[in-house]
């Protein structure tokens, strides 16, 4: 995938030519302060439907139970399935897919894509640098904007691993699942968010979403 910040698309080499896109923005809600050096991450966001035919587990739990807390998180809107596309790292995608799936933030989004450069814009009572959560120059390897590093259809075949990570959060011992994903609607996010080793859950990333607030210490 290629970015163009002059235009606010992405790229994708398609068999003859390249595919554009209109890529998303998610906006800042965070009420709490952070640190003024903000990246942005890309993820593919599908419209998901999940049909839990049978399930093994020790809960003994109805086998749709997981996908049900997602499609209530969601309500009154229909549930989405996130997949981190700025890495291949097993942990990242599993955490921070599963992640976004189970909070089903409610995104503000605009088109384009995010420019290279410090964020400056920090909430008052935040006098830190970005130097004080981590060194910027650890973890990520890359500026404010993340690589996309899956194209749609490879993020499709992870997003099995995603929904699968998510049930494996949710579901105590589990032992086998069948289950159909269907996927529908596609779009190619970019996700603020801060580097900060002490968040060891999230592969040391923080979301600059409302809904990730709580999990912060």
């Not at 993020?155 to 069948?178: F, M, P, Q, S």
Request: hydrophobic share 45%.
């Amino acid at each position: 995938m290629y970015l163009c910040r002059r235009c606010g698309l992405a790229f994708e080499a398609g068999p003859d030519a390249l595919i554009r896109l209109q890529p998303l923005i998610a906006g800042i809600t965070t009420e709490l302060a952070y640190p003024a050096l903000v990246r942005y991450l890309a993820v593919w966001r599908f419209e998901a439907k999940v049909e839990v035919r049978g399930k093994e587990s020790r809960s003994g739990a109805p086998p749709e139970h997981v996908w049900e807390s997602v499609r209530r998180a969601a309500a009154p809107a229909e549930p989405v399935l996130y997949v981190p596309a700025f890495a291949f790292g097993r942990l990242v995608v599993q955490q921070l897919g599963a992640g976004l799936v189970q909070e089903q933030p409610r995104l503000e989004l605009t088109e384009g894509v995010p420019l290279e450069g410090p964020h400056l814009s920090v909430l008052s009572g935040d006098t830190s640098s970005a130097g004080d959560a981590a060194d910027a120059s650890e973890g990520p390897g890359f500026g404010t904007v993340s690589p996309v590093r899956l194209a749609k259809a490879d993020a499709e075949v992870v997003a099995h691993y995603v929904y699968l990570a998510v049930e494996n959060r949710g579901t105590i011992d589990l032992r086998r699942i069948d289950y159909e994903l269907s996927l529908g609607a596609a779009h190619l996010i970019f996700i603020p968010a801060v580097y900060d080793r002490r968040h060891v859950r999230d592969s040391g990333w923080r979301f600059l979403l409302r809904e990730f607030d709580r999990l912060v210490a």
